[in-house]
């Protein structure tokens, strides 16, 4: 099976005159993500590279473009799922962390909440 990813840019409006960047941004996580599933990683490691990629554009609502809370403040959240197992790692309202999907991946590995 050819492995494809697909990612998104999130649910707002493209501001005007952005959406060239918007769509480079887009892609440079694709490709991101692609390249790590070409060099053997799984497919959760894909998925963070491409995550991360996105969290570090400032074009993006995420990470490093994060819009500011009421207070003025970032806070971030962030999912991640291994479909294989259905395990999944999330983190809400974090602050001071460049990459919260890293984070959630953590919490996914290394958190044991039922057994």
């Given at each position: 099976?050819?492995?494809v990813i697909?990612?998104?840019?999130?649910?707002?409006?493209?501001?005007?005159?952005?959406d060239?960047?918007?769509?480079?941004?887009?892609?440079?996580?694709?490709?991101?993500?692609?390249?790590?599933?070409?060099?053997g990683?799984?497919v959760?490691?894909?998925v963070?590279?491409?995550?991360?990629?996105?969290?570090?554009?400032?074009?993006?609502?995420?990470?490093?473009?994060?819009?500011?809370?009421?207070?003025?403040?970032?806070?971030?959240?962030?999912?991640?799922?291994?479909?294989?197992?259905?395990?999944?790692?999330?983190?809400?309202?974090?602050?001071?962390?460049?990459?919260?999907?890293?984070?959630?991946?953590?919490?996914?590995?290394?958190?044991?909440?039922?057994?």
């Amino acid at each position: 099976m050819k492995p494809v990813i697909v990612v998104h840019g999130g649910a707002g409006a493209i501001m005007p005159g952005k959406d060239e960047k918007y769509m480079l941004g887009v892609k440079r996580a694709v490709v991101s993500g692609f390249k790590k599933l070409q060099q053997g990683g799984s497919v959760v490691d894909a998925v963070e590279e491409a995550v991360v990629v996105m969290e570090n554009d400032p074009i993006f609502n995420a990470g490093r473009g994060s819009v500011l809370n009421e207070h003025g403040e970032i806070e971030m959240d962030a999912i991640i799922m291994d479909g294989k197992n259905l395990e999944t790692g999330a983190v809400s309202a974090v602050r001071n962390i460049a990459n919260p999907v890293k984070l959630a991946r953590l919490v996914m590995e290394k958190v044991t909440v039922f057994t």
